[in-house]
């Protein structure tokens, strides 16, 4: 059995099944994490989405902020900023099955048996994995809810920059919302692990922030953390984290790693931008 890990889709069905096509994935035996951000920007996230329900064996993902966005916008809750493709998804036949297929997926995955833990943006250096799983469940329970009115009220206030900073002492939706936005939104923490909701670039004042890669894991510094949603850093492996997001939807590249066999290997596929 082989295990794949792959980044942000981002809707590129073609580079995406060209991507499996060359690593000759398996349904059967193997199995492929996806880093979230599965949909919107590209051109066919409605084809990426119909793939997914119909390989729900051996394709685990974890929900990225475009994902948590569409839920959002099926709610009527935001409308479609420029470039957005959730529409063609919205309308389709299978909204109802995409909207519950995405409620029930994770913010956070681990591979116990290989020491991996992915999340969409990483996961910040004061939370163990164990604490991080706990917390992820805190915001899936809530996605998952049959309470009607309590899913309403997540969905409608999920998205804020407020609180900024992590504390165990948040309650509410402000806890609820500073989960999401570490482990969904994060970049850059400023030097008192605050979220800095503004710098996506790579430049940046070592003396006010850092990506957040590079402060001290003293918590569970052996585990791998696999992370996508940063495509202006790109591939990038750094004190035990490793970026996938390539760019593809930005006329990058699709990347996929095999992690299961002590090394880390890297494929990438991308279209012929001449077509």
């Given at each position: ?14 580079e ?37 329900l ?5 394709i685990?993902?974890?929900l ?7 839920l959002?916008?099926?709610?009527g809750?935001?409308k ?9 998804v ?6 109802k ?5 995405l ?19 990483g996961?910040?250096p004061?939370w163990?994995?164990?604490e ?8 899936s329970?809530?996605l ?8 309403k ?7 804020g ?22 482990f969904?939104r994060?970049?850059?923490l400023?030097?008192d ?6 710098n996506?670039r ?20 052996d ?5 996508g949603?940063?495509?202006s ?16 939807v ?12 002590g ?6 596929a991308?279209?012929?931008?001449t077509?």
């Amino acid at each position: 059995m082989a295990i794949y890990i792959m980044g942000d889709i981002h809707g590129c069905f073609e580079e995406f099944e060209m991507l499996l096509a060359k690593v000759a994935f398996n349904h059967q035996t193997d199995q492929l994490y996806l880093v979230g951000d599965l949909i919107n920007r590209g051109p066919k996230s409605l084809e990426v989405m119909q793939y997914l329900l119909a390989h729900q064996d051996s394709i685990l993902p974890v929900l990225g902020n475009h994902d948590l966005s569409y839920l959002v916008y099926v709610e009527g809750k935001t409308k479609l900023r420029k470039g957005d493709t959730y529409d063609v998804v919205a309308q389709s036949n299978e909204a109802k099955a995409i909207k519950e297929y995405l409620r029930h997926q994770p913010l956070m995955r681990t591979i116990p048996e290989l020491n991996i833990a992915i999340a969409h943006a990483g996961i910040p250096p004061f939370w163990s994995i164990d604490e991080a799983m706990k917390l992820n469940q805190e915001v899936s329970d809530l996605l998952a809810t049959d309470k009607k009115k309590a899913y309403k009220k997540l969905i409608a206030e999920m998205f804020g920059n407020h609180p900024a900073a992590w504390s165990p002492a948040l309650e509410g939706l402000d806890r609820v919302r500073a989960i999401i936005n570490y482990f969904t939104r994060m970049r850059y923490l400023n030097l008192d692990q605050s979220l800095d909701f503004d710098n996506k670039r790579e430049e940046y004042d070592a003396t006010q922030m850092l990506p957040w890669f590079k402060f001290n894991r003293a918590l569970d510094q052996d585990t791998q953390i696999i992370y996508g949603h940063w495509a202006s850093l790109g591939i990038h492996h750094e004190n035990n984290t490793h970026c996938l997001d390539s760019g593809c939807v930005w006329e990058g590249e699709l990347t996929i790693a095999r992690v299961d066999q002590g090394e880390m290997i890297l494929t990438s596929a991308s279209r012929d931008k001449t077509e």
